[in-house]
């Protein structure tokens, strides 16, 4: 709903057309290359590297998952042409038949078992998804069942973002096993792709640029008028709209909010944007006993919820708001946008912010009356100014006596460092920045089940939560509100749950950052709330 | 010699001669000292202390100069955080001036008696010690800086960078500095090694060190000189290159180098005076000490007298 197409002009169109013709060399007369650019590169061509929106948006364009997301992020079959429930605690899926990977081996429901089996074992980062999965067998080639432990009615929606590999591909080339991003491991798949999907991967420069060709037996009748499509990370925010400007590249995606306006003045620029379902937050270490970054030795600062409360009502959401995001975000009290299932409006209120004087007497009731010392992650390259946000952040906490040690890295260093490894063993971070979007499921189950649960590395819940946060009664609750049917029954215990952790100081959410992207004029394409970028619907005039 | 002859020996020397004799040198070395001044002081004479995170304040983000529209309490503006660019510039000046003349110093330090030991000992020290010079010139200084820089940071701890980062700076730029300072010594001390006073020093005995450092060395010290002056002009620009590609000093201690970078990103966005008022001071400040290293050395070349 919060999609949008846009169209335009026929005459700039034209124009720019030839324009792009003359620019473009070889590939015969009617080439349409597509050029586009985003601040950090995609983590790798693995699609279980990490459960991450950009990855796993790009490689939704070489890879497919069984049931996928239509441009009103309603579900339709993909590689799974039927799916449903034979009882409670079994799915099935039909496949689709004669559907060929990029090498032209046929696809059948092997591959289908092989992926299901990588993406839940070994180094992969999407295990989260595989909560409920008790078993997945192959009853005929064009048929998958999966037993549940217990009912899980979001199990199709939850696997829209589990991509479907090769088997023979992956076992020939070594790489059946899921290569571990926070040992920064690497396999054959982390370079090389081989999917079903509409593009095939022609070149990979970690890096540098990714070139993507359209499959020519692709199952599915293309949206798209492209022949080439060329990926480049451009990390500066103002060569990214200065080489937008120049056309250069023919679409920005994450367009920084000082720059907006600037580009909404350019007659061969359009400027989409709207909200997503992300939310951006602050968490921290309140697992370790302690802290791996600080110069508090013994005990572990954050356990206090009196420092929590210091930290996150010293935080002005406000203040980001207007000087860093200039306007373009939704500040917010809860993990989950409003848009998801399960957003709890009562509940979406900011306490108020405190003099810097109170906040230090919370910090020395806690037993920190000089305050103290932590280190802070922050990536540098994924959330719209995140790294700025963080040094907003570190200028905020010194008032109250906090010494703030900031690293702010690029996307892949950052992940490795502070995510939980998957053994659920903590990461390495004390304090940190995230950003989350149940995109998968649009359901605040998701965000209980993936960030907010007890670590656990059998259940595989928590497999992002951070924090390390436990909390016995929302760990209670999250579970049943994952069965249950009743939608009244289950919206009072999503309100219980989310006030629970709200009461706790668990988290500290900053805003719903808004999506926006820059394109050429003569470029006609689609902007999903979730962020994705789904090249077949990209026209180029 | 007394204090007054020695003025007076000054005072009627050729060097003293040539910088009242040319108005720009005169402007150069004002300019100079005044931003030398400007960056020692900066603790009196900003606002705002830019260092510390907990005197800034985010609505104070993005304030235009003050004939711009802004307001006297940000004479130049504000940058991204709150910071007042004027403070800012006077801390990211005098970061840059300590960090450009500590690479001097320790660059100077390598170099002379890398040069001073090839060029009297010789033979095989010789030969080592100038080929590994040889093979340092073919490349960019800035690449060299940027190749110990990479290296340093992922051998320390990633926490330790920011307290770190004007120490592997001040390193990194000066082994890239060396090279010349070595080469000229050597130089110079092959041409001063023959002559009558080394010998002369030699016959009574001295020591090779001594002849080295108290005969040999203030000899060649008028060339070494000239170079210091123009590489503290190539150590700041390196500095801020370093910074400009975000290897060198932290967005938290903004050196010149730093705050071009930091504004750079906003430049297309309308607020350009974050990036232009850092890039004036360091046109400034590189303009005025090479113009100075030129009139050193052309005062010091008896050819050109």
New interface residues.
Partial sequence: MNSMTIRFGRMTMAAAAMALGLGTAVPGAFAKTFRWANAGDVSSMDPYYRNETFLLAFLENVYEPLVRRDKTLALEAALAVKWGQTSPTTWFFDLRPGVKFHDGSPFTADDVVFSLNRASTGGSNMKAYFASVKEVRKVSDLRVEVDTKYVDPLLASKWAAILIMSKAWAEKNNAAVASDATKNEENFATRNAMGTGGFIVKERKAGEKTILVPNPAWWDKPGHNLTEVVFTPIA???TR??AL?AGDIDMMYEV?P??T??LKRDANVAVIEGPETRIVYLGWDMERDELL?SNIKGKNPFKDKRVREAFYRSI?VE??K???MRGQAFPTALMVAPGINGYVKELDKRPTLLKSEDAKKLLADAGYPAGFEV?MDCPNDRYVND??IC??V??????IGIK????AQTRSKYFT?ILRKPDSKPGETSFYMLGWSPAATYDVHNVFEALIQTPNATTKKGQFNVNGYSNAGLDALADKIEGEADTAKRNAMIFEATKLYVDDYAYIPLHQQAVIWASRKNVDLHQPADNRFPLRFVTVK | MSLRDRIGRAADSDIWFSFKASPVTMVAAGLTAFIFLAALLAPLLAVQNPY???S????D??KPPVFFGGDWSFPLGSD???RDLYSTILYGTRMSLFVGLCCVVVAMVIGITLGLVSGYVGGAVEAVIMRIADVQLTFPAILIALLIDGVVRGIIS??R??EIAGFVIIVSISLSLWVQYARTVRGSVLVERNKEYVQAARVIGLSRWLIMIRHVLPNVMGPVMVIATINLGVAIITEATLSFLGVGLP??QPSLGTLIRIG????????WWITIFPGITLAALVLAVNMLGDWLRDALNPKLR
């Fill in positions: 500066n925010p103002a709209v200065a400007k920084p000082q720059d306006d600037n970054e002005d203040a980001i207007r000087s860093v280190g790294e700025k040094q907003a570190v200028g905020m906490l010194a008032r703030v040690n900031l690293l460092k | 510390d995170p907990a800034l304040n985010l609505s983000a993005m991204d955080q709150g990633v926490k960078h920011d967005a938290t750079n990103e906003y430049l297309n966005s309308g607020e």
